[in-house]
Structures are given as structure tokens and as C-alpha cells.
């Protein structure tokens, strides 16, 4: 392994033109300065610098050496400054995963200010109900649903309970009926997004707890996929509210047998560094700042 230490040392002898500016430069004392130079030397087996009383001259070898050597020096300072940066201010882009039930949250308005303010600031949104590899994929932020999505590295900040509803379109239920009984429920035209958790249904009701198993008719592969085809009047399905409230306040959508309530699901805001760029600190303010502005409304 190089001393680069020595090697620094090297370019401010060379760029000062003395050993004790060089010092000065470095606020140590010549002595040590010296000796970088005579372990560099050794360590090279090749002499850098001709050294006299009066003066310092460098070598064939030295010359050679400091271009490099000089370059490495830029290229260090060059990627403290890009560091330094990043920790002031929002650059680079922020990579965000979210579950697809989010592609219509106002939470994304959230980010219309770091955009605005930030023309070095770019983001990149991929929305998937399918746990990504946070480290494999270079993702800054990622909102996940439940605990077990979590691992023992993650810095998770639990954001939402989430509700879930049972809703379909209003053209779905002028065609077919509104289901009177929990039986009746289960045997209409259901949805589903690929979820597991979700192939039977526990309702609560205060004390009262019924698990139904519905019949799902279509699947598909994500909750805002099966949002778009409850919207088009294909079947009924189970919808975050937050990602379906103005459907609801429009009538588009209508939610039944609302006193039976499924379970709420918790959301994570997750990182994977405690000490974070700007962009990131930023962007979760921003996602929490959404969150409690959400519940306190709600």
C-alpha cells in the first residue's frame, strides 16, 4: 500500500520549493517533512528530490512522479468538495421506492419544492409492491408497508397506519348490486393484486370478528393495477383510503359494509444510513412533514 500521506507531502515540498514552507503549509515541522520525503524515496527506491543548502530540484523520476502524484492530490480535494456538497445541499438524484397505492398521494407534491428550488436536484420514483433490495439498487428512501418488510440493517420510522377499504365502482354496483350479507360479499366479483396476506379476509365488526374468503375473479400483479380495474367497473377489491379519497368524495367509488373494518397497515419510511446526503435529510422531512399534516387531518 502507497503512503499517500508521503505522497501529499511530496507535491506541497515540491509546490512550496522548500522543506520548511512545506511545513508551514502543513503545520508540522521540517524535520518531519524530511523524513515523508526519505520514506517516499525508499519506499520508490528511486531519488525524487536533489537536495542542497540552497535549494530543492526535482529528479527525472521526481518530475514524473509529481504530475501524478499532483492529480491525485486535485482528484482528493475534488471528492471532498463533492462530498462537502452533497451534505449542504439537495444534488444528485434521490432514488425513492414506494408501494404502487401510492402513485396518487398528495405525499408526491411534497417534492414540487426541492425541485423548484434545486435544478441540480433530480428524482426518480419507482413504485412496486414487491420488496427491493434497498443496497442492490441504490435506493435512498423506500415506504413499506408492515415490519416484517423490515430488516435488522434498516433505519425505519414507522409514518401511517394505513386503512384499508372494501370499495367498488358505482357503475359496478348499479349493474350488480350492492352485497346485503357477508356471504353475499364473498361470492361477488373480486379483485386482487397478488397478495398473500389478502386471500382471506378478517373483518372486525367492535367484538365481533368474521373471516370471509372472497372469490377473486381477476388478478393482477400490483394494488394500483386492481385500483384501475375496480375503477372500469370490473369487480369490487380492498383499496388503501389514502391512495382513494377522492374517488370516494367524488362517488366514483363507494365503500360497503363500512362498520366491518380490516386491519390497518403499518407504513415505514425506510434508509439505509443514519448520516445522510442533504437531498435525503430533506426529502424526509418533507415525507414526515406529509404524514403528520395526514394524520392530523384525518
Not at 433490495?133 to 408497508?145: M, Y
Not at 362498520?259 to 397497515?265: A, C, G, P, S, Y
Request: proline share 2%; hydrophobic share 40%.
Amino acid at each position: 500500500m502507497y503512503d499517500y500521506k508521503a505522497m501529499n507531502v511530496f507535491v506541497e515540498v515540491v509546490e512550496q520549493g522548500s522543506m520548511q514552507a512545506a511545513a508551514d503549509k502543513l503545520h508540522t515541522t521540517p524535520s518531519a517533512v524530511t523524513q515523508s520525503i526519505q520514506k517516499l524515496e525508499h519506499h520508490l527506491k528511486i531519488k525524487l528530490l536533489n537536495r542542497t543548502t540552497r535549494k530543492l530540484s526535482l529528479t527525472e523520476a521526481g518530475k514524473a512522479f509529481y504530475q501524478h502524484a499532483a492529480q491525485m492530490q486535485k482528484s482528493a480535494e475534488e471528492a471532498i468538495k463533492s462530498i462537502e456538497l452533497l451534505r449542504s445541499q439537495p444534488v444528485g438524484q434521490l432514488n425513492i421506492t414506494c408501494v404502487t397505492g401510492m402513485m396518487d398521494s398528495l405525499m408526491l407534491k411534497a417534492f414540487k419544492s426541492m425541485i423548484d428550488n434545486h435544478p441540480e436536484f433530480h428524482l426518480n420514483l419507482s413504485f412496486d409492491d414487491k420488496v427491493a433490495d434497498l443496497f442492490e439498487q441504490r435506493i435512498d428512501i423506500a415506504i413499506r408497508a408492515r415490519a416484517d418488510n423490515l430488516d435488522d440493517n434498516m433505519i425505519a420510522r414507522h409514518i401511517l397506519d394505513s386503512e384499508f377499504l372494501i370499495v367498488g365502482h358505482r357503475d359496478y354496483f348499479t349493474e350488480k348490486g350492492i352485497p346485503k350479507t357477508l356471504d353475499e360479499l364473498a361470492q361477488a366479483d373480486w379483485i386482487s393484486f397478488s397478495n398473500n396476506r389478502y386471500s382471506s379476509l378478517n373483518l372486525k365488526n367492535g367484538f365481533e370478528s368474521v373471516e370471509i374468503t372472497p372469490d377473486y375473479r381477476i388478478s393482477c400483479n400490483s394494488l394500483y393495477a386492481s385500483r384501475n380495474l375496480t375503477m372500469n367497473g370490473l369487480g369490487i377489491s380492498i383499496q388503501s383510503k389514502m391512495g382513494i379519497e377522492k374517488f370516494l368524495k367524488s362517488g366514483e367509488l363507494v365503500q360497503i359494509f363500512p362498520e366491518w373494518k380490516l386491519d390497518k397497515v403499518p407504513l415505514y419510511m425506510v434508509t439505509m444510513q443514519r448520516i445522510q446526503s442533504e437531498k435525503v435529510r430533506i426529502a424526509c422531512e418533507l415525507i414526515v412533514d406529509f404524514f403528520e399534516k395526514y394524520k392530523a387531518e384525518h
